[in-house]
């Protein structure tokens, strides 16, 4: 019987590989949507009305 250590430790081992699958899959899906764009010549501004909003950076403010 294992305990719980080993248990968290297999956890953790576990929920690495979920977060690089994780990774993985969204790098080949990114490389099948730039196939698919220059395939079919899709531009930027074809597309920009479907895609979600894309990360915007913080301004620091200095105190």
Known sequence: MATI???EQ???EIEKQ???AAKEKKKDDL???RQ???RHGF???MLKNHLSEGRTK???TSE
């Open 18 to 20: 979920i977060e690089e």
């Open 5 to 7: 250590e080993e248990l």
């Open 31 to 33: 490389k099948l949507v």
């Open 10 to 12: 297999q956890k953790a």
């Open 36 to 38: 698919l764009c220059k």
């Open 58 to 60: 913080s301004r620091q």
């Open 43 to 45: 531009t930027y501004n």
